[in-house]
């Protein structure tokens, strides 16, 4: 028997606590303390919230509480099962910690009147366990994500345990599944340590869960088969419940600290609590039985308000956990419940890591003008964008070795930017053989074929303070779309808690993108997880399609500065034009978007068609386009816009990066064409411009959902996005052009027939179209 | 030793057969029997194609070819690893059916020449396991997807067995990790086997998978906590591997079928495969190591044109296959190589389920009229959309008993269709407890919470030949976001092979939809699904917004009956008013969009406004800001106007059901404001709509990415979608209404402040705003 009769008795009166403020926060609006009769008055008119996963998720809160304090431990609290919002809000009220940070939420009756009624409650707190709630990392109001998020919190922080409950709902889905190996990735030498809690009170909403109706035999050769040593705490009584667990936890952390002090992976514990779904609330609610059920998920008593029978059902329950020595008659939990807690930052509730821009420290980032390619004249030298970024990206991860790391599905080699390489290897904590490449505990690249797991760990990364970025093929970036969702609703949320300190930016880039999947094809092509971005509010969200290496460098360099954003970067790997000197990239960059002068015709007057771009592969075909069109018009006037910065196209009325009507009728007129070759789906620029004055005569090409595994070149004309193509849209729709450029139309028209028929014969693309130059001579090349 | 030495010698003649055309295809564009000796020219310029996994694909090909003869069987082939394309394009080519259905590349020296050159080529076939590749109905572009599909085409066909290769890469993503529990959910007196295969090459890219280097006791473990029997099958010496392998499937599938005729749960047998990765390729290349290594993974010789050595390499490699004993001098597959193949249907690649179109029939479908809500004037009565549509759902099912099934994360009750509970149970094959709710193995309901499953089972059903219907939380069918892709541009790409028959659509029915997330709130809002899908081929994509229950009926019904689409329904659940009678609804959703008349003041004239609006809850709101302003602006000549067809607001030029522009501009006007009440996010609407001659006048309201847990009227307040507000944009937008006008203003403003203060004091929302109809008594009500 691990606990002492008082140890006993103060545990088991702060879960009656936590369990009466839980149920009260479900029901009250009045009469927090039962000083009176329960009247139909008291009870909120709108019944929101899970009671079922809340008694689970405070036992463990309580007991860790009780091990913090044994074991002088920092440890946070990942809550899988977000749902159970209102019992996480009671632990930490019951902490002090809510106190402190709303400080019109008093440990005292009018406190707990306030907590009771703000719950769920318009103009209230949500019923997650969301930012708001001190010591939250993961609202877990989607479901799936707390153990990535939990071995993300552990990276780099050697001194912390990472508690995390897991629902077993929450169990069936990809991102937890993908999870359980986490524990390869992670180095108990240099990294804190996971806990993860597998709370198994067996249903979901109306269905059991898988994980609690497999033989319990299977479950353990599960937790074995994932690398962990699964230790089972069951029951449904609850003094023999607490000594079980509170037994469990003991061990357990005594086996965490001896595997950290041997330094090396070891088998690491983990915990199955096998307990009722809404435990200690109603056993039988209208003939049917509800604790242990199903019908314990959300609210156990639906009819309060208006069936005397389930009031006064109401009233017993909360009675039975005999609140009269739980609170003193001022309201206030009195020293038998609070002797348990923690005090200071040991709560978990008031844990730094929990409130990540506390502990965040700019990184040291070295001078990226270093690392530029020296430009001759536009377009000169060819390089590969994100390998010259690789080489900043190896000084970054030397200049900062405990809070920056690269996260990727097996892709750093692959989106060249192996120079990081030269420094650090992949972290690895199973067998490594001789021939393996780069491959070590110790790694700061974290590659695993999971993005989900890429996004989770990186998010629980940044939610506790450091910084990262998440390198990914465009289209299966897609994968995640959830869980950015999620993301950003958090950074959304947080810029309105004055308390929680700003975070670094989640940061992608997208480099092998849609128009280099040669070794691919269709099912590697979607470039629209920029528009999925752009859904979410103006103030969290930012574009960049850096034309460029030293462009890309520039970008970069910004968003790894930046804060609180979700920034997308989609920048090329292969070979192309460097346009810009590090300088006019940084210039344009700064601007978000710009007239390039030396690929124009117009002398600085007013053009007579705009040809605007975003994105390298666009912006190659774009330039040679105005190539060809000075050499065989050279009458036009020809304006070259480049857009590096895509929310400067939206009004300044929509996004704090919007261009002014003014600057942007000056750059794209007012009347004239305007061409623009985007990287991505047409209709995202047309839903950025329709308000601009010249939308009606803006004509996208983009990409049109037409591919296969063919040549680079090929690509761009399956989809209209070719100099060609371009060409013949500047002849369509510039008046007046007259025969000579009737001809050229024809021509161009020829020469994509004998591109394609060039490609089709010889299996690459015609040499004529190789850099951006149209040369007379290459016209008869081949 | 279960294979005699002739058996032995086929098997391994065939296996060396597809592996030479393996890399024939990966490498030659000539040349292709080895007749004389290579040159540069025979070679590739572009050398694309995954070589890694292909050898291990094609060895269980074989194998399996061996036993569907043996015990004959019928078995698809399932390729989690599709990047290994020109391995099952091999194996189709030596069984004949390529040939069959792609005569231009025949069983002879020309055909082996065009079967080499077309892969990877342009205007060829991609480099994946696509739909162009006979039996196969996973692409494996995307990786992770392999046994859910497998699961969908086992279930309601017992005489099949799906063969279903995972690769170690892909088994570490969240959907494959969570589609291992899928055997709790298949019932093996009613559906077929799946027989999954681990295929353990050791590495994914660059990296070494997890499963391969955890130790092998964990990795059994694994799989019996997932509810398999594991057998390993390991090796790097061919002959042995082959004898194991044969033993081993001979004992598996007796297994199976043991398991299948006593008709209940047991522990279905698994294979896990370790064989080296690229086996039996080159050894060692430029002094690295290759085979057995992540070298392997792509094309191993890199630079065959213009480095000699490579080409002797590649010589060598593809000679030490033997060709002259695999192909008669005609370049046909020798009678030892093709003995092992079995014929007709029995071939994987000729199954007809893999070719589900060819097995479909269409649904039996009760006379959806049958289940109206007589509706008394508009309006009336107040219905629930979602549970209604249960009633015929029911009915559905009993009248196809086998080839209909529902999917959800546990949702059905929650979205109110619980009346198919009435006649089916949920499909669960593990511990059933009494008081569980409808639950058992032979469940036509398919609930488990991971949308990631729910819609991989369902693809595997629909390419197979059946049909299904998908209800899920709209904010968190995103979580599926990437698989959707996958499946349009497989639904896009077959429009085009013309073996390929149709399918039936698949269906979505979202119905816990953004503006009635009382219970949950921000992390449970995002209506962002239809403008993921909308980026797909207007040939593909359709979504619909019925806004009463008989309008939901009608679509429904419209959804199953169609073919080859990707139908995205959003409906309620809550109750709400029933505004069109059944023939109503019917010529409502077979126009798409319509002008609502008794809800308009315009007379059949030109309005001085037109409220339009998409949506249950837009609808609402519009009805009732009409209603308002009929009463207090009786002059105004309002039209109402609402789309249950989104894509019908699109140009006809852009999308097939997309509304010619005169009719557009008979309805919406050329030049009068429009206030467009969406149910998403408003930019959606203007990206369908922003070539239309009025869209300048057009103002969107919808979700503006603001919300909480709160009442419903205080979420449409919150993002300014409410009656109230929508009466201020009329009053904005109209010119010349007067002072009147400016007072209802001020009216709206204050209205909107006093029901915000109403909900925040009683946590409800105030009961002016229950229904549509302003009554000026209500005013003064609470």
Known sequence: MPLTDQELGRLDAYWRAANYLTVGQIYLMGNPLLREQLRP???????????????????????????????????????????????????????GTYTDLYPSIGQNEDGMARLFRQFSFPGGIPSHVAAEVPGSIHEGGELGYSLMHAYGAAFDNPDLVVACVIGDGEAETGPLAASWPSNTFLNPARDGAVLPILHLNGYKIANPTVLARIPEDDLMALMRGHGYEPFLVA?????????LLAATLDTVLARIRDIQRRGRAGRMPMIILRTPKGWTGPRVVDGLPVEGTFRA?????????????????????????????????AGTPVAEVTALAPHGEHRMSANPHANGGLLLRDLVLPDFRKYAVPVT???????????????????????NPDTFRLFGPDEVVSNRLDAVFETTDRAFDATIHPDDDHLSPDGRVMEVLSEHLCQGWLEGYLL??????????????????????????????TRGIPWRRPLASLNY??????????????SHQDPGFIDHVVNKKAEVVRVYLPPDANSLLSTIDHCLRSRHYINVVVAGKQPAPTWLSMEEAIMHSRRGLGIWRWASSDDGEEPDVVLACAGDVPTLETIAAADLLR?????????????????RLQPDTAHPHGLPDAQFDAIFTTDKPVIFAYHGYPALIHRLTYRRTNHRNLHVRGYQEEGTTTTPFDMVMLNELDRFHLVM???????????????????????????????REHGEDDPRITGWQWTPESETAP
């Open 729 to 759: 849209d500047v002849i369509d729709r510039v008046p007046g052009l007259g025969t000579r450029a009737a001809w050229l139309r024809q021509e161009m028209v020829d020469v994509r027939q004998s591109c394609r028929d060039y490609t």
């Open 509 to 522: 880039l997208l480099s092998s993108h849609v128009w280099r999947q040669d070794n691919n094809g269709f």
């Open 297 to 329: 998920h959300q609210v156990p008593l639906a009819h309060v308000r208006e069936n005397p029978e389930h009031l006064a059902m109401l009233e017993a329950w909360m009675r039975s956990y005999r609140p009269e020595e739980l609170f003193d008659p």
């Open 235 to 243: 029951g449904d009584e609850p003094a023999a419940v607490h000594q």
């Open 41 to 95: 008055e008291h009870i909120k008119p709108r019944l929101l919230g899970h009671w079922g996963t809340s008694p689970g998720l405070s036992l463990l809160y309580a007991h860790l509480n009780r091990a913090i304090t044994q074991h002088d431990l920092k440890m946070i609290y990942v809550t899988g099962p977000g749902h159970g919002g209102p019992a996480i809000v009671a632990n930490t009220w019951l902490e």
């Open 631 to 647: 050499q065989r018009l050279p009458d036009l006037r020809i304006r070259v816009v480049n857009v590096i910065d895509l929310m």
């Open 377 to 399: 004249d536009p377009g000169r030298p060819i390089s590969e964008a994100t390998r010259v970024l690789g080489g900043w990206l190896r000084d970054v991860i030397v200049a």
């Open 464 to 493: 506790t303070g450091r910084h990262g970025l998440f390198t990914s093929y465009e289209a299966f970036i897609h994968v995640v779309d959830s869980m950015v969702n999620q993301h950003a609703k958090w950074l959304k949320v």
